[in-house]
């Protein structure tokens, strides 16, 4: 069973910085391809970002591009989001996915195409 764990989330003014942190469960990490997505208060859940198992390779929404930066540490089973320049528009619940990949360059951009899901971490960006 995988299980992941989203935290990080919190208040932050606009401009702001916050890194949400994905931890997984599995002895598989390695080979996990992770995404992460967002929802926002009256609006169904969008991706925002995924990357490989190797790390190799990563894909941003464009509304995040240049902005967010996520990374992977496979020795710590944890993934993580690097959020700078926060808009308001950003305010979302924030969630981590997970699903095995074929090889290590793969990732998927599209929420069926995950099996695993953490519970959601809020941020709130203020104007």
């Known amino acids: 069973q995988v299980q992941l764990v989203e935290s990080g989330g919190g208040l932050v003014q606009a401009g702001g910085s916050l890194r949400l942190s994905c931890a997984v469960s599995?002895?598989?990490?390695?080979?996990?391809?992770m995404g992460w997505f967002r929802q926002a208060p009256g609006k169904e859940r969008e991706f925002v970002v995924a990357?490989?198992?190797?790390?190799?390779?990563?894909n941003y929404a464009d509304s995040v591009k240049g902005r967010f930066t996520i990374s992977r540490d496979n020795a710590k089973n944890t993934v993580y989001l690097q959020m700078n320049s926060l808009k308001p528009e950003d305010t979302a619940v924030y969630f981590c996915?997970?699903?095995?990949?074929?090889?290590?360059?793969?990732?998927?951009?599209?929420?069926?195409?995950?099996?695993?899901w953490g519970q959601g971490t809020q941020v709130t960006v203020s104007s």
């Open positions: 990357i490989s198992w190797s790390g190799g390779n990563t």
């Open positions: 996915a997970a699903d095995r990949t074929r090889d290590s360059s793969s990732y998927y951009t599209t929420e069926s195409d995950y099996d695993y």
């Open positions: 599995g002895r598989t990490f390695s080979r996990y391809a």
